[in-house]
């Protein structure tokens, strides 16, 4: 087994807290909404969405290994703009991960725009490739995708 991590950034021109809202509070409504084609259906299956909540996204995209993700709510700074969340089921747990926890912190620009810094914290399981260029590209895109409905929706999330 392998433990690693790797960080990541994505700039954006929409608010810091728009976006936050939009990509992480919002997600599993939001994302079925803007990408029918990836994300077939999202929900909070336990909890009501604060810390400690589980979140399942049911992914719409037969190339990927997985079928769903779900992710408990570690911690959230409403003020900061940060989240903190751990795959508890489907998303590569057991089959590519024994573990996997991603750290999400939306940063105002001076642009009026915001920088999200991703950081993902990991232990693969004996055999499997590192496939965190994979990872990074598809939290860009989430980030895009909320980016782009944002930009397209000024009043959403305000």
């Not at 769903?68 to 590519?96: A, N, P, S, W």
């Not at 991603?102 to 991703?118: D, I, L, Q, R």
């Not at 260029?133 to 939290?139: R, T, V, Y």
């Amino acid at each position: 087994m392998s433990s690693g991590s790797w960080s990541h950034e994505v700039a954006a021109n929409v608010p810091a807290g728009r976006l936050f809202k939009a990509a992480m509070l919002d997600w599993h409504n939001l994302g079925p909404k803007i990408a029918p084609d990836f994300i077939a259906s999202g929900s909070v299956v336990s909890g009501d969405g604060a810390v400690g909540a589980v979140r399942e996204i049911k992914i719409n995209n037969p190339a990927l290994p997985f079928s769903y993700v779900k992710e408990r709510l570690d911690f959230i700074d409403h003020d900061k703009f940060e989240v903190k969340q751990t795959l508890v089921e489907g998303g590569g747990l057991g089959k590519m991960f024994e573990s996997a926890t991603t750290h999400f912190k939306f940063e105002p620009s001076s642009n009026g725009g915001c920088v999200v810094k991703v950081t993902a914290t990991y232990k693969i399981l004996p055999g499997v490739a590192d496939e965190s260029a994979k990872a990074k590209e598809g939290i860009t895109n989430h980030m895009k995708a909320a980016e782009a409905y944002l930009l397209a929706n000024p009043t959403a999330y305000a």
